[in-house]
Nanobody, 121 residues
Framework: QVQLVEFGGGLVQAGGSLNLSCAAS????????MGWFRQAPGKKREFVAA????????YYADSVKGRFTISRDNVKNTVYLQMNSLKPEDTAVYYC??????????????WGQGTQVTVSS
């Protein structure tokens, strides 16, 4: 069992930046891929970014490509999402997940509780 806790959400103006982090409760020797997803009010949860255990494979949703950067530190059991040039449409609850590398929810077995990101115009 892996427990995930997200940190770093908040309120930011459009054009600003936030850095989300997700701490895992145990080491990642199981070599989980990690992903970030988000869910806006009234919408389905959608893929944002994913990174393999080694960091050698990274994927982004088209909507965040060039603005968001995913990274991980396996020594600290933490994955990060650096979000720059934020837009109001980035407003959502952001979730981290652990599992197999992929861009759909079904690839991931463990989920955090989510952290709210609100971007004001």
């Amino acid at each position: 069992q892996v427990q995930l806790v997200e940190f770093g959400g908040g309120l930011v103006q459009a054009g600003g930046s936030l850095n989300l982090s997700c701490a895992a409760s145990r080491d990642t020797s199981s070599r989980y891929a990690m992903g970030w997803f988000r869910q806006a009010p009234g919408k389905k949860r959608e893929f944002v970014a994913a990174i393999s255990w080694s960091g050698g494979s990274i994927y982004y949703a088209d909507s965040v490509k060039g603005r968001f950067t995913i990274s991980r530190d396996n020594v600290k059991n933490t994955v990060y999402l650096q979000m720059n040039s934020l837009k109001p449409e980035d407003t959502a609850v952001y979730y981290c997940a652990a599992g197999l590398l992929g861009q759909t929810l079904s690839f991931y077995d463990y989920w955090g509780q989510g952290t709210q990101v609100t971007v004001s115009s």
